[in-house]
T-cell receptor
Framework: NAGVTQTPKFQVLKTGQSMTLQCAQDMNHNSMYWYRQDPGMGLRLIYYSASEGTTDKGEVPNGYNVSRLNKREFSLRLESAAPSQTSVYFC????????????FGNGTRLTVT | QKEVEQDPGPLSVPEGAIVSLNCTYSNSAFQYFMWYRQYSRKGPELLMYTYSSGNKEDGRFTAQVDKSSKYISLFIRDSQPSDSATYLCAMSEGNAGNMLTFGGGTRLMVKP
């Protein structure tokens, strides 16, 4: 019962480096999401994909790009990492029907020095 | 002002106590209401899910929604040390994209 799987679990980058965070779900969900969680700021939506083949910006999209590779996989890319992107990143998925709850992975802890 | 307000705590209670966690919100279009529990260094896990106003009970947990007051609550009866976690409320209008708006979370500590 994997649910939502995120890799890697931890990552340290230097300013200006790039990396891709991977996410896969095995629940046949239509919608997938990327959030970041920072102390005092709660969970903030970066990008989401309502269905395969579509992506849309969330609340804090600057500095990020996403790819919905197929129905199962949704990746988040940092092209040129900045210290302000130090955070815990969570991927989530849902069936996509109105009001359906989100199911989260266990996060990627990213530090940018 | 944030769209969803939640007291960050921490809230410290003795084992066996009844715990009340609350959120207020400003968007009257919210129809779906959720509570998530998040243990340290883990992702949020869905605890309770309700639609519109009313109560829902699941074991020791009861969720209440009062749409007229724009106020939701989560009650935990007979609290246990294993309930120590951060509790996040979340809500949705239920429209396309199904985006949730989260509260900032309340940290709960249940002491043995």
């Amino acid at each position: 019962n994997a649910g939502v799987t995120q890799t890697p679990k931890f990552q340290v980058l230097k300013t200006g480096q790039s990396m891709t965070l991977q996410c896969a779900q095995d629940m046949n969900h239509n919608s997938m999401y990327w959030y970041r969680q920072d102390p005092g700021m709660g969970l903030r939506l970066i990008y989401y994909s309502a269905s395969e083949g579509t992506t849309d910006k969330g609340e804090v999209p600057n500095g990020y790009n996403v790819s919905r590779l197929n129905k199962r996989e949704f990746s988040l890319r940092l092209e040129s990492a900045a210290p302000s992107q130090t955070s815990v990143y969570f991927c989530a998925s849902s069936s996509g029907t109105g009001g359906s709850p989100l199911h989260f992975g266990n996060g990627t802890r990213l530090t940018v020095t | 002002q944030k769209e969803v307000e939640q007291d960050p705590g921490p809230l410290s209670v003795p084992e066996g106590a009844i715990v009340s966690l609350n959120c207020t919100y400003s968007n009257s279009a919210f129809q779906y209401f959720m509570w998530y529990r998040q243990y340290s260094r883990k992702g949020p896990e869905l605890l309770m899910y309700t639609y519109s106003s009313g109560n829902k009970e699941d074991g020791r947990f009861t969720a209440q929604v009062d749409k007229s007051s724009k106020y939701i609550s989560l009650f935990i009866r007979d609290s246990q040390p294993s309930d120590s976690a951060t509790y996040l409320c979340a809500m949705s209008e239920g429209n396309a994209g199904n985006m949730l708006t989260f509260g900032g979370g309340t940290r709960l500590m249940v002491k043995p």
